[in-house]
């Protein structure tokens, strides 16, 4: 009985958080990256609605490599964002980019973040998104 | 009126003499194991007799942005004057257990780790100061990965001309097509760094790409 309940712990041994853009919204760049580095850091998958700017991107980047070493177990970050302008036409898309440049955000977008000890990939193609989990 | 003219004149003048003094820094980026260094290589090699960097089928065996400079490229009687920077490939994650399968030991893995998140950070700081990037990515892997998404995102937010590479192209697992899909709005060029096919055609677009660049 108790070898099943561990069993069961195990697999089930990850947590997701969901962060609406509101929370990051009147961050600058470095608070943002820091709030998001620290839910990886305690082992949940982040699902954070809209998106990152680009130089933001490259920032986590940076910084997870920077955090590699530093942070017991820390292996790094996977990463997906899942883009509302995948499907649209391009003028709609270059409206978007536009609206997306002044606002910052990307609502329609969704950013999956979770520890690289966690998820051991994140499968994408155009049509379907597909979260593989570490035992 | 007659002024602007004749300095327009000497302008063009000049800048077709000084054109090949001027390098355009043109950078290898992507994610590790696609063939930058075997492309750079390539390319050295061919004008200058020289490589830039090892190969390895061990990833990040490029762990520090390295570069040639004065590779002066030839193509169609025209000539121009890069300064290669091979970089070190971007992940968003370094595991050093990776390197064990490869017989590397444990400590050596672990260095090698170290240096390879050191050269991510390096490879993301340079960008700013390319003129032009050629991404190179593997055509027998899945392209819709965040890194070349981010990569790209970033490239062209810096607005620096680029020029995707899907390398790889005499394997059997090679599918160009998929990548031209994830990324229709720049140029694709189906190459194999490692068999030299198809070199024609990524030095007619780096040509062209030039005239973009600043
Ligand atoms: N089949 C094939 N293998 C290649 C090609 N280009 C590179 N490789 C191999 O891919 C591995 C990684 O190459 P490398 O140039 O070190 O990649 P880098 O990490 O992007 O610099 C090595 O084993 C190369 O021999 C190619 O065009 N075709
Ligand atoms: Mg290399």
Known sequence: ??????????????????????????????????KVLEIVFENYILILQGRLKPEEETRLIEDTMAMIGHVKNFKGIELAVISSDDKTSTIDRLRNRIAISLSGGDLGAVTIIGPASVVKEIKRDPKKIELMLNK | ????????????????????????????????????????????????????????????????????????????????????????????????????????????????????????????????????????????????????????GNIVARKIPILIVANKSDLRKANVKKIEEAFPEYTVIGMSAKYGKNLEEFYEEVFKLSKKSK
Request: charged residues 30%; positive net charge.
């Open chain 2, 1 to 152: 009126m007659a002024i602007k003219i004749v300095k327009n004149f000497f302008k063009r003048i000049f800048s077709g003499i000084f054109q090949n003094k001027k390098e355009v820094k043109l950078g290898f980026y992507g994610p590790p194991n696609a063939g930058k260094t075997s492309l750079a290589n390539r390319i050295c090699k061919d004008f200058t007799g020289e490589e830039i960097g090892s190969v390895s089928k061990i990833p990040h065996e490029t762990r520090e942005v390295q570069f040639k400079e004065k590779v002066e490229i030839e193509y169609k009687g025209k000539s121009l004057t890069f300064k290669m920077v091979d970089t070190p490939g971007i992940a968003t994650k370094v595991d050093y257990e990776d390197f064990l399968k490869y017989k590397v030991n444990k400590k050596d893995a672990k260095i090698r780790a170290k240096e390879a998140t050191q050269g991510i950070i390096e490879s993301i700081r340079w960008l700013d100061d390319m003129d032009m990037v050629v991404v190179v990515l593997d055509a027998t892997e899945n392209p819709y990965n965040q890194v070349n998404i981010t990569l790209i």
């Open chain 1, 1 to 34: 009985m108790v070898k099943k309940i561990q069993k069961q712990k195990r697999i089930n041994g990850f947590a997701i958080r969901f962060m609406p853009y509101s929370e990051i919204k009147n961050l600058n760049s470095t608070q943002r990256i820091k």
